[in-house]
């Protein structure tokens, strides 16, 4: 079955500086690649997420890269502020229907102003 | 988007007992999925429930100790039977809407004494 590495698992930055968090797979059939926050207490909330037939997606501070001949994928933050300070996961599956997603084992991001 | 209602929010057990956690989405969707969340951890999949047919169990997670239902197609319980505190958790549902993009209930944060 999948496998999905993560890391680090804590990061911490400055405000305004950037914050990258890398994962891996392992199941080359997974082609869809989401990455969620979880602020303490709450449940995960998607983020921005990406399908195998794209190499990179931007939704304003926020990008996913991903490498599929690597099996690797990467979030990116810029301009970092107080409130990304949150716990971030990546996760895989394949977007065939009934496929759950298997997750990374998490990165806490420390955001200091 | 789907809205997941999930109830209990928390709940404190004793040990040798048993929880039914019940999870209410507001549209009527194929997959529900199960999964445990320990304290400080990573999200890890314990069952796939289809509407009609038994649930699929991921490796580590067996029927007796985690029945689910699966009535109809907005509905699910799973219960956590014969408890002990290695069970204390978090326990989040989750649906997928559209391809693959999974939504979250507020999760049952359960303690066993």
């Known amino acids: 079955g999948e496998n999905v590495e993560q890391h680090p698992s804590t990061l911490s930055v400055q405000e305004g500086d950037s914050a990258v968090i890398k994962c891996t797979y392992s199941d080359s059939a997974s082609n869809y690649f989401p990455w969620y926050k979880q602020e303490l207490g709450k449940r995960p909330q998607l983020i921005i997420d990406?399908?195998?037939?794209?190499g990179e997606k931007k939704d304003q501070r926020i990008a996913v890269t991903l490498n599929k001949t690597a099996k690797h994928f990467s979030l990116h933050i810029t301009e970092t502020q107080p409130e990304d300070s949150a716990v971030y996961f990546c996760a895989a599956s394949s977007s065939q229907a009934g496929t759950a997603l298997i997750f990374g084992k998490g990165t806490t991001l420390s955001v200091s102003s | 988007s789907a809205v997941i209602s999930q109830k209990p929010s928390r709940d404190i057990c004793q040990r040798g007992t048993s929880l039914t956690i019940q999870c209410q989405v507001d549209s009527q969707v194929t997959m529900m999925f199960w999964y445990r969340q320990q304290p400080g951890q990573s999200l890890t999949l314990i069952a796939t429930?289809?509407?009609?047919?038994?649930?699929?169990?991921e490796s580590g997670f067996v029927i007796d100790k985690f029945p689910i239902s699966r009535p109809n197609l907005t509905f699910s319980t799973l219960t956590v039977s014969n408890m002990s505190p290695e069970d204390s958790s978090i326990y989040l549902c989750?649906?997928?809407?559209?391809?693959?993009?999974?939504?979250f209930g507020q999760g049952t944060r359960l303690t066993v004494v």
């Open positions: 990406i399908r195998s037939n794209v």
């Open positions: 989750s649906v997928e809407v559209g391809t693959t993009e999974a939504f």
């Open positions: 429930a289809n509407q009609g047919s038994e649930a699929t169990y």
